[in-house]
């Protein structure tokens, strides 16, 4: 893709998040926090900003993406390394906290990428009445039993000195498209809003990178895991980053 010309910002700092347990939530529906997005979260319900799509792909599709990603190659995922990316450059390392294999997809990437822009386009910005600049190159997660990847923001990053949290990657939008759910443990957990969702196949869910979102794949007991992961720019965000990411897709 060109690219696009923008100012680099110092990464904002976030505010304090979740809200006091007596305090408004953030949603702006005037209720406190624990009685609001809390409780949709405890009831199973998505909280606010938690878009699921149950049905986003067909069972044929799955069933037939399925019988042809369980060959695929896949080696341990390197995850970005935020302490020590800069605005120049992503610098990526393994990380004791996420046990994850990414499959080699080979000619597969166009479909996933075709995939991801059709959730971006079609599902999330008309959801969310934003126009995004980019997504991310597709990845195919494979979780053998025993994977997980523990409690994470995409975009944020904790700054240990200065106590607080910073946007430190051009990462608006999260989505995950799930294949399949012949699997045991697995759910995703967003810590704030005490919710759990079970992945089904064909599930698309999306969600904001910053932390209020915190979120966390568990362990997987028995069985494969499949989710297909990418994140997405807005068109009118300002960037922490000098350039897209390397392979963003241009939307």
């Known amino acids: 893709m060109s690219t696009p010309r923008f100012d680099v910002i110092d990464p904002p ?3 304090t998040f979740p809200p006091g347990r007596t305090e408004r939530c953030f949603c702006g529906s005037g209720q406190r926090f624990k009685h609001c997005c809390v409780a949709s979260g405890r009831a199973g319900r998505p909280p606010h900003g938690v878009g699921v799509v149950p049905d986003f792909l067909d069972a044929a599709a799955c069933t037939e993406l399925r019988e042809r990603i ?3 190659p896949s080696e ?3 995850v970005v390394d935020l302490e020590r990316s800069t605005v120049d450059r992503v610098v990526r390392a393994y990380d004791d906290r996420r046990v994850t294999e990414r499959a080699a997809v080979g000619e597969l990437q166009a479909e996933l990428d075709a995939m991801v822009r059709r ?3 079609e599902v999330i910005a008309p959801a969310v009445e934003r ?3 980019w997504f991310e190159e597709p990845q195919l997660l494979r979780y053998r039993p025993g994977g997980f990847y523990q409690g994470h923001a995409d975009s944020d990053n904790f700054i240990e ?3 607080v949290w910073k946007k430190t990657l051009d990462r608006d939008i999260s989505l ?3 294949l399949n759910d012949d699997y045991e443990g697995g759910h995703l957990d967003f810590e704030h809003f005490e919710y759990s969702l079970r992945p089904r196949a064909g599930m698309l869910v999306y969600f904001p990178s910053d932390v209020r979102y915190l979120h966390a794949a568990r362990p997987v007991t028995a069985g494969l895991r ?3 992961v990418s994140w997405a720019a807005f068109r009118d965000e300002p960037r922490v980053m000098t350039r897209p990411p390397d392979e963003a897709r241009a939307l």
């Open 76 to 78: 341990r995922l390197k």
């Open 70 to 72: 369980d060959a695929l």
């Open 226 to 228: 499949y989710a297909i």
């Open 161 to 163: 000195d200065e106590g």
């Open 176 to 178: 995950l498209v799930y």
């Open 13 to 15: 700092i976030r505010e």
């Open 119 to 121: 959730a971006s386009d």
């Open 131 to 133: 126009r995004f600049e």
